[in-house]
């Protein structure tokens, strides 16, 4: 049988490496398991972080995670860079298995699983992410001044894209497969009203164009008519929707109707006694690093607490 910890965490973006930097502060000795394929988080597949305070020239993504990381290292944090497949989170001792069967206990658990933007699974949508495609208008707007951009989705948040985005773009192109948005009255009027938005409505992107390695445009197919037409644009955003990674924890913890792990806000805490969440497993709203690494915090606290009071 393995020791019991004080506390496993499940992640390693901006919300695990901060609550394992939290808790190895507070001497818990926190273990943290953060993935097999995927280390330090979505934060990896993005060059330019512009708006993570404290770096005034911007920082690398990756390097930020690397550094997030050996900063909770250095006070005690053990990371082991595997998946945690299977979970029993109802017991005092939680129980969390890895991808080689070993059985790992703990008192507190904070899960911080990320989620996972929703992808078109075109070709080329890969290799031009941060070359012209882009998940979130927040992060990436800046670099699209005076450009020509197409945002795909129908949603509050492929119009609140659309919006945000002509503050820097000379055009927005909103791609809807359908004839009507399912956004909100609100978003669709503010969108509606806009002189930079235009809607190609009844349309399906076919194909992301790559020229010399950047993005030169994209092929859409009537979805009526089939008819194919070519628009060029030099920016494309995807708002498709967000996948919360919450599979391990269905049935155990609650999950709101889109797969969010439900948390007694503003603290961390869910349903079940020490077990907390933080990061954008929770948060359908802002979806920012500073944001996951602020709930990451709260998490780390809220377990040193949870673990105090059992003593
Ligand atoms: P994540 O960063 O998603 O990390 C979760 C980690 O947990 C992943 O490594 C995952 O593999 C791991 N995991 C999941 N399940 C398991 C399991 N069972 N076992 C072990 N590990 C598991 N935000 C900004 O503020 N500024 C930006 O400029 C910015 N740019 C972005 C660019 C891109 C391309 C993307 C995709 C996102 C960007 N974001 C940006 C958003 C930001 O990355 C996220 O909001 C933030 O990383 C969320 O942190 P998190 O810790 O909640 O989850």
């Known amino acids: 049988m393995s020791e019991i910890r004080e506390v496993v965490i499940i992640g390693s973006g901006p919300a695990g490496y901060t609550a394992a930097l939290y808790a190895a502060r507070a001497q818990l000795k926190p273990l943290l398991f953060g993935s097999s394929i995927f280390v330090g988080g979505s934060l990896t597949t993005t060059t330019e972080v512009e708006n993570f305070p404290g770096f005034p020239d911007g920082v690398d993504g990756p390097v930020l ?95 609140e894209e659309a919006t945000f985005l002509t503050r820097f773009a000379r055009s927005v192109t909103v791609v809807h497969r359908r004839s009507t948005l399912r956004a909100s009255q609100a978003m669709r009027n503010r969108a509606f009203a806009d002189d930079k938005i235009s809607f190609a409505f009844d349309s399906e992107i076919v194909e992301i164009k790559d020229e010399n390695g950047m993005l030169g445009g994209v092929a859409l197919r009537d ?64 979806r920012q690093a500073i944001t996951a690494a602020g709930t990451g915090a709260a998490a780390g606290l809220d377990a040193e607490r949870y673990l105090a009071d059992l003593a």
Not at 114 to 129: A, D, I, T, V
Not at 138 to 156: A, E, H, K, L, Y
Not at 230 to 253: K, M, N, S, V, W
Request: aromatic share 6%.
């Open 223 to 286: 979805t009526l008519t089939g008819e194919l037409r070519e628009l060029a644009a030099t920016g494309l955003f995807i708002a498709i929707g967000h996948d919360p990674r919450t599979e391990l924890f269905t049935g155990q913890l609650d999950l709101d109707a889109e797969g969010y792990i439900v948390v007694e806000a503003p603290s961390t805490r869910t349903k079940l006694p020490g077990v907390f969440a933080a990061g954008d497993v929770v948060d359908r709203t802002y």
């Open 65 to 159: 995670m690397e550094n997030m990381r050996a900063q909770a290292e250095k006070f005690g944090a053990e990371m082991i860079d595997d998946d945690i497949v299977s979970v029993d989170l109802t017991g005092e001792i939680k129980k969390l298995t890895d991808s080689e069967g070993t059985v790992h206990r703990a008192k507190a658990v904070i899960i911080a699983t990320g989620s996972g933007y929703r992808k078109l699974g075109l070709p080329n949508e890969e290799k031009l992410s941060g070359r012209g495609v882009s998940w979130c208008a927040t992060c990436d707007g800046f670099f699209f001044r005076d450009r020509d951009i197409v945002v795909v989705g129908g949603g509050d948040t492929a119009m």
